[in-house]
């Protein structure tokens, strides 16, 4: 696989997606929008800690490893991108001084390599307004918690009620609510995974790498004489 270099155009996107440079593994594009997108080519196994198709396993996984980072874990499915077993991830991380970053991505994973197209949008000007919009749809009522002053029901996982973290998704980053924000930078790049998802076309030479196939841990066996 050392001799494996990334081709851009072997990657079909979107038309809406314009070129702008390659760089060695990466290639970079952006839309109208001043969005970005980027396929990146890592040429090493997959550090993926499950089966493709285990998306159980897979939300389990991604979301310790955001929560290292800082960020939150809005979306993580097994999906076929282009025919191949990919990975659709949407996460959220924090900007300095306000507002949120929001990164889609999907992985492709084969057995030594990978590729991964992420899409990205930051918040600019005036933030906020999602949030406190879908607040106000809220029925009943949300209420305020006066033991910690946070709002009762407002932050929790996306797949795991009891989980808890310092940073989680909240209310206003559903899916249900991007229709009332079409332009807010959350409804953009789920949108731009969804539409990846539906024309993007890739190359023979990737499709036919041979596949990732995760290696469970061996259990221990301890044998005793008869």
Not at 48 to 63: E, K, Q, S, W
Not at 101 to 121: E, R
Request: charged residues 20%; negative net charge; proline residues 7%.
């Amino acid at each position: 696989m050392a001799a494996f270099m990334l081709d851009h155009t072997e990657f079909h996107l979107p038309a809406q997606w314009k070129f702008l440079v390659q760089e060695e593994g990466n290639a970079f594009f952006t839309n109208a929008a001043g969005d970005g997108l980027g396929i990146y080519f890592f040429d090493a196994r997959p550090d993926i800690v499950a089966d493709v198709g285990d998306t159980p396993a897979l939300r389990n996984f991604y979301r310790e490893a955001v929560a290292s980072a800082g960020m939150a874990m809005l979306e993580v499915d097994a999906q076929q991108l282009a025919g191949i077993a990919s990975v659709r991830t949407l996460f959220k991380g924090r900007l300095e001084p306000r507002g949120f970053a929001f990164l889609g991505s999907y992985t492709l994973p084969f057995a030594h390599c990978s590729f991964v197209i992420k899409v990205q949008s930051l918040e600019g000007g005036i933030t906020g307004l999602r949030e406190s919009s879908v607040m106000l749809m809220q029925e009943p009522p949300l209420q305020c918690d006066e033991e910690s002053g946070g709002i009762i029901g407002w932050e929790k996982d996306a797949y795991d009620p009891s989980y808890t973290a310092e940073f989680l998704p909240n209310l206003a980053d559903a899916a249900i609510y991007d229709k009332h924000f079409p332009d807010h930078p959350l409804s953009r790049v789920r949108g731009y995974l969804d539409e990846i998802g539906r024309e993007l076309a890739v190359a023979d030479r990737i499709r036919n790498l041979p596949p990732f196939v995760y290696q469970h841990p061996r259990k221990q066996h301890w044998w005793k004489p008869w």
